[in-house]
């Protein structure tokens, strides 16, 4: 077989061009490929909801890499053990209740699980605005090459259409504070200083619809609720991801 460069171009254009086509509409877009957006995304997908993940960066998997400052192993405590099992990913008791799992696997495996589940990446694009009609919903994203936003091109942005949309953009709440910013009826907080016992038993209280058709998850949630931080233990934004895709699916009736 003789290979020929024009038809691997037009290959990888043919494809993708398709499936940005595709998901012009879908039922959910998940803004940011941590472990909360990673985990929410699959459990959607596994519903059989049609779903996005839209990463700003090159790769996916946000904080998740680096660990503790840059030293690669991630804590997870006792209530989150059961979704390290359900996506197989490996762990080892360091002491009662704290499991310790290398980052890197966490991500690979997190990420195989989306995949596995249907869920289709859209890498390498960061959301830039939201667009609200005049029923007051987020129904779409505004979004743009990443390489784009960096250099400060002047090149107008592209729109999709979903019928939900989860932040899950961390501690900035990027989608959250674009509707502040613009004056809708939504207020970020911003995150509180370290207590991790206390950031990881309220952020299930403040993962929600904060606005409508606007979720939060992860980080971004206690952000938006003023909620404290808690460093590199990642049991509540597992189980964060978790409850925001049962209550997007409930409002999608699924
Ligand atoms: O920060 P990130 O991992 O969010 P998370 O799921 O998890 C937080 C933890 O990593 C850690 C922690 C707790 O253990 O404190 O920090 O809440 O992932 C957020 C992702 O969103 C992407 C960003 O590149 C990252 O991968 N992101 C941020 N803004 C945008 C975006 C944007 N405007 N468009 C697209 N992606």
Not at 4 to 25: C, G, K, M, P, W
């Amino acid at each position: 077989m003789t290979l020929n460069e024009v038809t691997i171009s037009r290959a990888i254009l043919e494809e993708q061009h398709q499936t940005f086509l595709d998901y012009l509409e879908m039922d959910v877009a998940v803004v940011g490929g941590g472990p909360s957006g990673l985990a929410c995304a699959t459990l959607l997908a596994e519903k059989g909801i049609k779903c996005a993940l839209i990463e700003k960066k090159l790769s996916i998997g946000g904080g998740m890499w680096g660990g503790g400052m840059m030293f690669p192993r991630i804590v997870v405590q006792e209530e989150a053990r059961r979704l390290l099992d359900r996506f197989g990913i490996t762990y080892r008791e360091f002491e009662p209740g704290y499991y310790v799992t290398k980052s890197v696997e966490t991500v690979a495996k997190l990420t195989a699980a989306a995949c596995d589940a249907g869920v289709e990446f859209f890498n390498l694009i960061t959301v830039e605005d939201v667009m609200i009609h005049g029923d007051g919903r987020v129904g779409g994203l505004v979004i743009n090459w990443t390489p784009v936003d960096i250099s400060g091109l002047h090149v107008d942005p592209l729109t999709v259409a979903c019928t939900c949309t989860v932040d899950a953009t961390g501690h900035d709440a990027m989608v959250a504070r674009m509707i502040e910013r613009k004056g809708g009826s939504l207020q970020v907080k911003g995150e509180s200083f370290m207590w991790a016992e206390r950031a990881e038993s309220q952020i299930l209280n403040h993962t929600r619809e904060v606005f409508p058709g606007l979720f939060v998850t992860g980080m971004a949630a206690n952000a938006v609720a003023g909620e404290c931080r808690m460093g590199p233990i990642f049991g509540g934004m597992l189980l964060s991801g978790e409850r925001a895709a049962e209550l997007v699916a409930e409002r999608l009736g699924r």
